[in-house]
């Protein structure tokens, strides 16, 4: 290859030319991302004050927050209640994905419907139940009381025992069109040719099922359960405008805490070291996640 | 397909529908009637619709308002999110030195969950200067790293010897990227479109953390801020909940293709 | 080449719906500019029919919370009574007259604010009122 003159202001042109396009969403990131994460490790360790400069507190706050801090264990509780809740949400779109995937007519038509919870605002989707819980005059008190399940209203989210189920519940009919969709792409993107070995073979329904569809599915459940995670640091939305922190903190979750802690006390610091500890739980889960799908996403060999 | 096993799926399938639209049908049914409020016990079907709560929730909230500042927010957010993520997932079709550590960084950063970086950017945006803003509440969604990668994925699907043909005939980079890759990447650019806006259009903490002033309150705080106001005494709430879904769910129903595509290749990518 | 361009411009159903919405709000407006000079006329009868000349009619302005005064009217011989200027959509009236107590408070809910309203059934005083003399 012939050395032309000037190949090195080319490469120096490409390069900046990359860097150029790279910039924009980099420094979104940077400064929305990257730093915000060093950056709170760094507040929870100080004591922050919007007045005068910050000072060093070493683990003070952590200190406080687990060893005085009645709000926190609760929240952090809630918190992983919470995300019991999504493999029942996993479970139910699972089985609506494998009803949906038949051949059956107006299953685009079932399809749209179960999925148009998704594009709802969160917010409207928490006043639209708020009312349907509500004690006085809700639909699912009186629907219960209708087939008989329980002889008088319960005050579904003024109870201390019944709201933060009641949120999850909400949490998961919102999210159970995502999962049906992702599981749905995932399914259909199974070769047949497998299944009709497997036919041959001699395997029925049910074993196909077992051995052919769940394994094959590992990539779409994983990705279900990493959203079912995020959502349940999501939902902040939900809470703050169904029960506000719940009776007596009973639906506080980690999220909602940080937002009041820092935004309603204005105690910077101490809502630092709480996101700190949020985000280390979402990591420690995420990679629970990832071994318990045997690693690498959950990815899977088609051989 | 034996025939009971037909039914069967038909009255599942069936029933889930009917959980999932009874809580809409819930809501519009008592934006127009509002009977359930006070008196009990429920009523099935609308007696006496009447279109007054509308009426009542357009003059106590100024609903326009806020929907154009939801509006001018989405907008800056999915203009913004087109051009940086095809840049930069034009840029990462390129080989260049450090490649591997911006992806590795872009990952990662995929790892990041929007709520453990919430309490430093208030700070952030606060020191810029832009808190109370249209531009401060687009800034943290003005890029996103599912669509860079799929820009990415449809920019290399571009078949080589059209861009090497139209290198060798002397084509500047940019005309490269906006005559060729982009028409060629419609449905990624449509999905980049609607996956931006259901994000910014539905986004409610960060909002609620960075606003102030109650003339530039997006449409879910308006909502919020309307409950807290009015509680359960009033169906005018009610009909502002419906008049705050219509424009989310119009787009969703004119736009249902985009938004599955959006999420599968997620899903496949996974 | 223009024309399929055009095609695509208009008829696709982003366009479409975005259209039918900007027809819809400019025909509504045009109703509503035309009916929103804020006139109520109504007519204030006894219990017998008779029409009742020189009760006072006040009108009440519901706002969303609270119900506040708006303004007062007298009605003529024939007890017909005017509001202008009104700005509300949803009110009450109520007519008063020494020696025949008041009417009952009857609302009315409008479509947009200031609509013109033109009564049909009289405001009319209860059959046996212990509060005339």
Redesign the interface.
């Given at each position: 290859m012939t050395v032309k003159f000037g190949i090195g202001n080319k490469r120096l042109r490409e390069s900046t030319l990359i860097w150029f396009l790279l910039f924009p969403s980099l420094a979104v990131f940077l400064l929305y991302r990257i730093l915000p994460l060093a950056w709170n490790g760094v507040l929870s360790l100080q004591f922050w004050s919007m007045y005068k400069p910050p000072r060093f507190a070493g683990l003070y706050h952590y200190k406080e927050l687990f060893l005085y801090d009645d709000v926190f264990r609760q929240s952090l509780w809630n918190t992983l209640l919470f995300m019991v809740g999504s493999p029942i949400g996993i479970a139910l779109g699972l089985m609506i994905a494998l009803l949906v995937n038949r051949p059956i007519f107006g299953r685009n038509i079932y399809r749209t419907i179960i999925f148009m919870s998704f594009p709802v605002m969160t917010v409207a989707t928490g006043v639209i139940w708020l009312w349907l819980f509500s004690e006085k005059t809700g639909l699912i008190n009186y629907f219960l009381m209708y087939i008989g399940l329980i002889d008088h209203s319960q005050p579904f989210l003024e109870d201390f025992n019944l709201a933060l189920p009641s949120i999850v519940l909400v949490s998961i009919w919102q999210v159970v069109g995502l999962y049906m969709i992702i599981i749905l792409t995932g399914l259909q993107n199974i070769p047949p040719s497998i299944y009709q070995a497997a036919k041959i073979d001699g395997a029925n329904s049910w074993q196909q099922f077992w051995l052919i569809t769940f394994p094959l599915l590992r990539p779409s459940i994983f990705l279900c359960l990493i959203i079912g995670i995020i959502n349940s640091f999501n939902a902040f939305d939900l809470v703050y405008v169904m029960t506000g922190g719940g009776p007596g903190h009973a639906t506080e979750l980690l999220i909602t805490y940080i937002y009041k802690t820092a935004f309603t006390l204005a105690r910077f610091d101490y809502a630092a070291a709480i996101t700190v500890i949020n985000f280390s739980l979402f990591l420690a889960l995420t990679w629970l996640v990832n071994r318990m799908s045997g690693g690498n996403a959950g990815a899977v060999e088609t051989n | 397909m034996r025939r009971h096993s037909l039914w069967a799926t038909h009255l599942l399938l069936s029933t889930t529908c009917l959980v999932m639209l009874v809580p809409f049908y819930w809501l519009l049914k008592t934006s127009l009637t509002g009977e359930n409020l006070f008196s009990y016990p429920p009523a099935l079907l609308p007696d006496n619709p009447h279109i007054f709560y509308y009426v009542d929730a357009w003059y106590s909230i100024p609903f326009v308002r806020y929907l154009l500042n939801s509006v001018v927010v989405s907008a800056i957010v999915i203009v913004a999110n087109i051009i940086f993520n095809a840049m930069a997932g034009y840029a990462l079709t390129m080989d260049f030195k450090g490649k591997r550590v911006v992806i590795l960084l872009l990952l990662s950063c995929m790892m990041v969950p929007y709520q453990a970086t919430v309490v430093p950017a208030y700070l952030l945006t606060k020191e810029l200067g832009l808190l109370n803003s249209h531009l401060g509440m687009a800034l943290p969604l003005m890029s996103t790293i599912v669509c860079i990668f799929m820009f990415k994925a449809s920019f290399a699907a571009v078949p080589r010897s059209l861009i090497d043909s139209a290198r060798i005939d002397g084509v500047p980079e940019w005309q490269i990227i906006f005559r060729i890759m982009l028409p060629l990447s419609q449905s990624a650019i449509a999905t980049n479109v609607v996956l931006a806006f259901t994000w910014s259009w539905n986004s409610f903490l960060w909002p609620l953390i960075i606003l102030r002033d109650d003339n530039m309150q997006t449409l879910p705080l308006g909502l919020a801020n309307f409950l807290s106001v009015v509680e359960d005494t009033s169906g005018a709430l009610y009909a502002f909940c419906i008049m705050v879904l219509i424009p989310g769910l119009v787009i969703f129903l004119l736009a249902q293709k985009q938004f599955i595509q959006g999420l599968t290749t997620g899903a496949t990518k996974g | 080449m223009l024309h399929s361009a055009l095609y695509t411009l208009f008829c696709n159903?982003?366009a479409i719906?975005f259209g039918v919405f900007l027809i819809i709000t400019a025909g509504w407006n045009t109703i509503v500019s035309f009916n929103d000079d804020g006139i109520i006329k109504g007519r204030v009868v006894a219990a017998d029919g008779k029409p009742v000349g020189g009760a006072t009619v006040t009108l009440l302005n519901k706002?969303?919370?609270v119900t506040v005064l708006g303004s007062r009217a007298m009605t003529n011989e024939q007890g017909q009574f005017t509001f202008t200027h009104h700005n509300s959509?949803?009110i009450w009236l109520q007519a008063a007259k020494d020696g025949m107590g008041e009417t009952p408070r009857v609302e009315f809910?409008?479509?947009?604010?200031g609509q013109n309203l033109n009564i049909e059934t009289p405001l009319s005083f209860a059959e046996n009122d212990t509060k005339g003399q």
């Open positions: - | - | 159903r982003f719906t706002e969303l919370l959509h949803h809910r409008m479509y947009f604010k």
